[in-house]
């Protein structure tokens, strides 16, 4: 099956039904239509529809002799929209367990951040037998994603509380990699092809630096981060105009961490660290995403496992003490065996943080594109066993989760998961995925939050565009401005 055709016939349950039914089905176009569009789009008749009257909802599929599988729930009474939607929502999913044998780890949980709502409730004062109950009930969680929610919600917590609401965190996007990974999504350019992009995109950028140095002049960051892309696809001169000109525009007084990503090995060199460290740079990360050579090449990058362990020992020789290693469970090809590879290798490096993605396979990436088939028929998946031996290779290192978050089409269903040594937690990480403070992102393809007092949030994208963040610089910094000086 490559298109599943999902009809509803009320607005406002359209992207949890997606989310939802695409994870019981990886691989496969989910289309998530009205009774209207039904004819056009689907040829007359759903896969599946989703029924909401006054005060029933009705979850049946179909075959060539009509409706299957009819199931329904009941909604006498409930007016309260999200407490509908959490019921229709536990419909569908009972009715896609019965039609796949499948149960979800998360449960009915589509957000991508679990551990804010269990923080939240816990918050509230729900104590674990209870919080247990409502969970289960109300989102059909499994107890083992469940305890792993709590225990990040715990251990998270001293960092939350460390980080003032009425704070930022600033968040920088260089938007240059050597080469282009498979799987990637993310804004990125070729930094040998756009060499002269580089000026032009670095003066953007500083007028978008002085902007934000301007409106928060009062206060500094509490984190900064430079992402991308690699930053440190950048040379050393233009990395080093770059770190000068976020130094000397932010107050530091508040600064409790300055992370640059230095994620791709074939980027960095004793003269870039040496640049990092002299910039204050305080936390790096080199991201292998796998110790395996084959899957390395399949995926795109240029690299090889020993430039890994190369990048690791001259950024120690830096003096780096706070060194993040990403991998990726779910690559193609991979299974347990390849895994367990990565994970004795990358216990030899001993980073002080692990973070473990689950693969996403992203619209947008060439992944989607050049491995459809292997999608489909589901080759690309991420297992428990296959967390499991992540989780156990971070625990030997001493690590334990304090962060993790969930994307959409992510294999397996499951989470991404950061590991870290005590002391060595990734501050912006917490504040970006937990929302306790706003964050102005600079820079194109990033997005800025502001979080109001009370946890309203308001965003503003920046073009992802390279060219057009050159032509549209202005329209940009006015955008945050708005933000920001709205009420
Ligand atoms: S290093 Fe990251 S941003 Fe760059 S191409 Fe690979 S996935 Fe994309």
Redesign the pocket.
């Known amino acids: 099956m490559d298109i599943l055709a999902v009809s509803v016939n009320q607005p406002g349950f359209q992207y949890e039904l997606h989310a939802l039914v695409s994870a019981f089905y990886p691989g496969v176009t989910v289309k998530v239509v009205s009774n209207d569009d039904l004819t056009s789009s689907t040829g007359g008749l759903p896969d599946i529809m989703v029924g909401i009257n006054g005060d029933q909802a009705l979850f049946a599929s179909f075959t060539d002799e009509g409706p299957q599988d009819v199931i329904s729930a009941d909604l006498d009474g409930v007016t309260d929209k999200a407490v509908r939607k959490q019921l229709v929502g536990r419909l569908v999913y009972m009715g896609l367990n019965q039609l796949t044998g499948k149960r979800l780890p998360w449960g009915t949980l589509t957000g991508i951040r679990p551990v804010k709502l269990v923080s939240g409730l816990i918050r509230d004062g729900l104590e674990e037998a209870d919080l247990k109950e409502y969970m289960q009930t109300v989102y059909m969680i499994s107890d083992e994603k469940l305890a792993l929610a709590s225990r990040i919600a715990m251990i998270q917590q001293p960092v939350v509380d460390s980080l003032s609401p009425e704070g930022f965190s600033l968040y920088i996007g260089i938007?240059?990699?050597?080469?282009?990974?498979l799987?990637?999504?993310?804004?990125?350019y070729p930094a040998d092809r756009c060499e002269d992009l580089m000026d032009p995109y670095l003066e953007a950028l500083f007028r978008e630096i002085d902007f934000a140095a301007e409106r928060f002049a009062e206060i500094g960051p509490d984190s900064i981060y430079i992402g991308?892309?690699?930053p440190t696809s950048l040379s050393p001169e233009r990395l080093c105009r770059l770190l000068e000109k976020v130094n000397s525009s932010f107050d530091r007084s508040r600064l409790k961490e300055f992370t640059v990503e230095a994620?791709?090995p074939d980027s960095i060199d004793a003269e870039k660290l040496r640049v990092l460290k002299e910039a204050k740079v305080s936390r790096i990360s080199i991201?292998p995403q796998t110790m395996n050579p084959e899957t390395l090449g399949r995926i795109?990058?240029k690299h090889t496992p020993e430039d890994i362990i190369r990048a690791f020992e001259i950024s120690r020789k830096a003096g780096f003490r706070n060194i993040n290693a990403d991998i990726i469970l779910g690559l193609p090809g991979e299974g347990p065996s390849e895994v367990k590879r990565t994970m004795e290798e990358i216990e030899k490096l001993s980073p002080e943080s692990l973070t473990v993605h689950s693969l996403a396979i992203k619209r947008s990436s060439k992944l989607k594109e050049e491995l459809r088939e292997d999608v489909s028929r589901g080759a690309i998946e991420n297992t428990e066993e296959m967390m499991r031996l992540t989780s156990e290779g971070a625990a030997r290192m001493g690590m334990d989760p304090y962060y993790l978050y969930r994307q959409k089409n992510i294999a397996g269903n499951f989470e991404n998961t950061g590991y870290a040594k005590a002391g060595c937690y990734g501050i912006y990480n917490v504040a970006i995925m937990e929302e306790v403070q706003s964050i102005v992102a600079l820079g194109a393809g990033t997005v800025t939050k502001r979080v109001y007092p009370g946890g309203r949030i308001e965003r503003c994208d920046t073009v992802k565009d390279l060219k057009l963040y050159l032509e549209k610089t202005d329209e940009m910094i006015e955008r945050k401005r708005k933000l920001f000086d709205g009420d």
Request: glycine content about 20%; hydrophobic content about 10%; overall charge positive.
């Open positions: 938007p240059f990699c050597p080469s282009r990974c799987y990637c999504s993310f804004t990125s991308g892309g690699t994620g791709r991201n795109g990058r």
